[in-house]
């Protein structure tokens, strides 16, 4: 497989010399939240860098297995797996010395059946944890190797990471981050430890897992002989979405790292074991597999769509600012570009710093979904619910907007705001977004009979606020909505169409206009009707 071969130009000869046919699942996952924890390193402590969550919407700073397994939800496709994983997060650093942080384009998790012994795959026990690479690495170690002999030769553990450049052209992969112009996007791939001493769920110095002696394949050490299946991280960065790049500008991951020697990722097990069990037994060792989850069933029992707005990004847990323009990076990491290590000293804030604030984990529970009925009172008191269309982002069914609330939309927020701006109608959509109305466009009612209706509300995962392209609408059965407005003139009269959007680059109506502080619907009609206009509209109050 071609991501495997991120190697040195030795290594890749050596890899494509075993070419097996590979069994595995990939399961894509959304960002669940950002910031500095790390339950693993720093368990009951801020951890010294940010990083980018994906998995259990639970994780905090003293995550354990229950926690996780009891999360309310994951951001990651398949729900039977409650695991986190994190990896530190991108920036851009601007030559005036601000940082930016870099969008992020998703995460892929590979769980590959690879290596000797691939058909004995021991499950990750409860409680299991492990971190993979080097935070303060800043250049290539040569010397420390994985176990071998002479069957089965070893490699540099260093190879463990490795960057793809997606531009123009093939770029081969390197254990760096040896380009950052990126049309397509930066991904930074990692591979987690295989082989595990069968004792310890954890050890501080990680010697409780080593790598197979070619790091994706080979055999384990014979101090490390459980096979775990074989865990692929790979990390998208949207780097070319960074705006005001300049030359002398650079980037860098969250500890301080400029080279991406020091990547590294964490992984906290949340999976149910007896699911874990069957799909390491029956999709894992079955050769020739695309990967689809659709393809495991034990797995596509709880394989969700849209699993990034099934579980959305949740607020930060530490009361700091990890994304946007910030003038150093969250806990102070000095950027560092090699070749020596970075030290503690390069990646701590000052004693007397100010803390920030952390926000308890609460133990939780999963949370069911409630869909409200057609016909039904949901919400708030008195408003009906009438179900899910299709909506049309050029010619909306409800035109007034509130635009979007990222973490706090909840249905009842939206009524709410619906009610506040005098209107009776309330749509949800895309799990973040509210419309308001007392008509629909064109006095035209849409066909209730969509399905995809189930992004749920950001700030309230118990509710669905529509979903992509589909609103779900409320309708405030306690108060009737003004009449339509219309128009009437003696040459002809008006009828409200609605709200659209003006065309770009000129007008939709271009023929005749006026601009003026005492604009009201009726001036602008005479005006249109004494020009023998079929059409009037207004913009820009
Ligand atoms: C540095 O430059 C960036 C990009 O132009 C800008 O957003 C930021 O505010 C600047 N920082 C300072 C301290 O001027
Ligand atoms: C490791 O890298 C160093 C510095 O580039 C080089 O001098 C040395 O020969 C390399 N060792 C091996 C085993 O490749
Ligand atoms: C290498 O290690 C494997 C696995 O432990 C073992 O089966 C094999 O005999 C070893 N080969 C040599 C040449 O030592
Ligand atoms: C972490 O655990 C400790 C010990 O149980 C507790 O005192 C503390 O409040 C917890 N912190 C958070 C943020 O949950
Ligand atoms: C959306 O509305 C526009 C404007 O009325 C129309 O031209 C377009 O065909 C509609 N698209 C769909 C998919 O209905
Ligand atoms: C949405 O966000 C805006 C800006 O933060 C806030 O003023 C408003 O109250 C929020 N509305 C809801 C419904 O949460
Ligand atoms: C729902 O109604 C719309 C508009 O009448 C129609 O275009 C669409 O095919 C219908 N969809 C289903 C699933 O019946
Ligand atoms: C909303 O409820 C009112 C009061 O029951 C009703 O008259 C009106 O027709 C309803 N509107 C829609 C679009 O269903
Ligand atoms: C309005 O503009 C359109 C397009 O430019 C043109 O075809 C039409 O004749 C104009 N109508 C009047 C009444 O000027």
């Not at 780097?239 to 650079?250: I, K, R």
């Not at 020596?340 to 803390?355: F, L, Y």
């Not at 006095?443 to 669905?464: E, I, V």
Request: net charge neutral.
């Amino acid at each position: 497989m071609k991501f495997c071969n991120t190697l040195n130009p030795v290594a890749v000869a050596s890899v494509a010399l075993l070419g097996v046919a590979d069994a595995f699942w990939r399961m894509s996952c959304g960002r669940v939240q950002t910031g500095r924890i790390d339950p693993i390193v720093t368990p009951g402590r801020i951890s010294g860098h940010a990083h980018t969550i994906v998995g259990s919407n639970n994780l905090g700073i003293n995550s354990t297995y229950d926690q996780l397994f009891n999360a309310q939800c994951t951001s990651c496709e398949i729900h039977d797996d409650m695991s986190a994983y994190w990896s530190p997060q991108l920036y851009y650093r601007y030559p005036n010395g601000s940082f930016v942080d870099v969008p992020n384009g998703g995460t892929i998790l590979y769980y590959l059946g690879r290596g000797v012994n691939r058909n004995n795959l021991t499950p990750y026990p409860k409680g299991f944890q492990m971190l993979a690479g080097d935070a303060g690495a800043r250049s290539y170690d040569n010397t420390t190797m994985t176990w071998g002999n002479a069957t089965y030769p070893n490699r540099p553990i260093a190879d463990r990471v490795s960057f793809a450049c997606l531009h123009e052209g093939f770029l081969p992969e390197k254990p760096y981050m040896f380009q950052t112009n990126c049309k397509n996007g930066l991904r930074a791939q990692i591979h987690f430890q295989s082989c595990w001493n069968g004792v310890d769920l954890y050890k501080a110095d990680n010697s409780h897992v080593a790598y197979m002696s070619r790091i994706d394949e080979g055999v384990c050490p014979p101090t490390h002989p459980f096979k775990f299946v074989h865990l692929f991280m790979e990390l998208y960065y949207s780097v070319n979405d960074v705006t005001n790049q300049v030359p002398g500008g650079t980037f860098v991951f969250s500890q301080g790292d400029t080279t991406g020697y020091g990547f590294h990722a964490d992984f906290q097990n949340g999976w149910n074991p007896e699911v874990l069990a069957e799909a390491l037994k029956t999709c894992a060792s079955n050769e020739g597999s695309s990967g689809a989850i659709k393809e495991c069933p034990i797995l596509r029992k709880s394989n969700v769509d849209n699993f990034k707005w099934q579980c959305p990004e949740r607020a930060p847990q530490i009361g700091e600012q990890v994304v946007g323009v910030m003038d150093k990076l969250p806990g102070c990491n000095r950027v560092t570009s090699g070749p020596e290590r970075a030290g503690a000293a390069d990646m701590s804030c000052p004693a007397d710093a100010p803390k920030p604030s952390v926000t308890s984990t609460v133990d939780t529970v999963p949370i069911a979904t409630v869909y409200p009925q057609v016909g039904e009172e949901a919400g708030n008191p008195g408003w009906e619910y009438l179900g899910c269309a299709q909506d049309n982002a050029t010619a909306r069914a409800l035109y007034a907007t509130m635009g979007s609330n990222l973490t706090t939309m909840t249905v009842e927020s939206c009524q709410n705001f619906c009610a506040w701006k005098g209107y009776v109608l309330a749509a949800t959509q895309f799990g973040r977004e509210c419309y308001c109305g007392n008509y629909f466009r064109d006095n035209k009612t849409p066909n209730f009979n969509a399905t995809g209706c189930d992004y749920r509300c950001a700030g309230d995962l118990s509710r669905t606020c529509g979903g992509s392209s589909k609103i779900e609408v409320y309708n405030n059965t306690r108060v009737t909505p003004p009449p339509p407005p219309t128009v009437q003139a003696s040459s002809g009269k008006f009828v409200a169409k609605g709200c659209y959007k003006e065309k770009t680059g000129g007008r939709a109506l271009g023929n005749y206009s006026f601009a003026s502080d005492t604009m009201t619907i009726e001036s602008c009609s005479k005006f249109c009707l004494g020009k023998k206009c079929r059409w009037a509209g207004l913009e820009f109050g």
